[in-house]
């Protein structure tokens, strides 16, 4: 049974850091990018963070570049999404997923725009207090 288990959010203030986990079994993790996704109150989910460890390419949104940084650790089948300098805007369920990666292991940057997604965790709820 494939799964992606999301764990560490939770209630922050603002200015302070978290760092989400996401464990994944069930598939081959080294033949999968990994993306982190959000979706705040009312609004439609939107991309993260994007990263393929077969060739490094990593991707950002404007809104968290700079403060967010992806990373895997493939021995442990765990993709990683260190937050910090949190803001209120922040506020929204997180959600990694998984997209099969092409030649020599690329991700393209559609992945922020969900596009190829395999597999969904089911989200966890990071609340950033002002």
């Known amino acids: 049974e494939v799964q992606l288990v999301e764990s560490g959010g939770g209630l922050v203030q603002a200015g302070g850091s978290l760092r989400l986990s996401c464990v994944a079994s069930?598939?081959?993790?080294?033949?999968?990018?990994i993306g982190w996704f959000r979706q705040a109150p009312g609004k439609e989910r939107e991309g993260v963070s994007c990263f393929s460890s077969g060739d490094g390419s990593i991707y950002y949104a404007e809104s968290v570049k700079g403060r967010f940084t992806i990373a895997t650790d493939n021995a442990k089948n765990t993709a990683y999404l260190q937050m910090n300098s949190l803001k209120p805007e922040d506020t929204a369920v997180y959600y990694c997923a998984a997209i099969p990666t092409g030649l020599y292991g690329h991700v393209s940057s559609a992945c922020l725009d969900e596009l190829g997604m395999d597999y969904w965790g089911k989200g966890i709820l990071v609340t950033v207090s002002s």
């Open positions: 069930g598939f081959t993790f080294d033949d999968y990018a």
